[in-house]
T-cell receptor, first 112, second 110 residues
Framework: GAGVSQTPSNKVTEKGKYVELRCDPI?????LYWYRQSLGQGPEFLIY????????DSGLPNDRFFAVRPEGSVSTLKIQRTERGDSAVYLC??????????FGPGTRLTVL | KNEVEQSPQNLTAQEGEFITINCSYS?????LHWLQQHPGGGIVSLFM???GKKKHGRLIATINIQEKHSSLHITASHPRDSAVYIC????????????FGTGTLLAVQP
């Protein structure tokens, strides 16, 4: 595609629910990153995929967060038992290996 | 102390003014990015640099690796430049993840 796309653009859920956030990277980009941006803050790293494997998941805050990229393209970030503190904009970026990262528009998650 | 510090946090300028945003970092890096984020919008990469200076239109980015410092300059600023400007460093090693500063909110008034 022309750029990185993310769906949904907005997600409102209730505390305790499960959510899935999707990222479609730029075609051919092997590297994919998830970041989280809280209000008034810079983004923070969550997880990095090289191909299908999570090469670095050190930024995931706890075991309620999980991400997959089964075919090395689309990735899904999964959050179980959502908490109000999970409310943030979740950003996805993709790149060629060691290349410039291109960001998606983000998914704004609100946990009520 | 954050690994990436930006200054100022907020900046208001008059149209036409020359603007400088500064970024200092404390970790080893393989590259530094300057990014632009409009309210409610996604992040756009302005520059990726690892040495020297780059120019694109009215934007100029410089980096001094020895001093671990970078600057973003905007010449002849315009209200449409109003946005959050974020400095991010690409950590060394296999991950290539970005470590972000907290951003500089720029408002250019007509």
């Amino acid at each position: 595609g022309a750029g990185v796309s993310q769906t949904p653009s907005n997600k409102v859920t209730e505390k305790g629910k499960y959510v899935e956030l999707r990222c479609d990277p730029i075609s051919g980009h092997t590297a994919l990153y998830w970041y989280r941006q809280s209000l008034g803050q810079g983004p923070e790293f969550l997880i990095y995929f090289q191909g299908t494997g999570a090469a670095d998941d050190s930024g995931l805050p706890n075991d309620r967060f999980f991400a997959v990229r089964p075919e090395g393209s689309v990735s899904t970030l999964k959050i179980q038992r959502t908490e109000r503190g999970d409310s943030a904009v979740y950003l996805c970026a993709s790149s060629s290996p060691f290349g410039e990262q291109f960001f998606g528009p983000g998914t704004r998650l609100t946990v009520l | 102390k954050n690994e990436v510090e930006q200054s100022p946090q907020n900046l208001t300028a008059q149209e036409g003014e020359f603007i400088t945003i500064n970024c200092s970092y404390s970790v080893g890096i393989s590259a530094l990015h300057w990014l632009q984020q409009h309210p409610g919008g996604g992040i756009v990469s302005l520059f990726m640099l690892s040495s020297g200076k780059k120019k694109h239109g009215r934007l100029i980015a410089t980096i001094n690796i020895q001093e671990k410092h970078s600057s973003l300059h905007i010449t002849a600023s315009h209200p449409r430049d109003s946005a959050v400007y974020i400095c991010a460093v690409r950590s060394g090693g296999a991950t290539n993840k970005l470590i972000f500063g907290t951003g500089t909110l720029l408002a250019v008034q007509p």
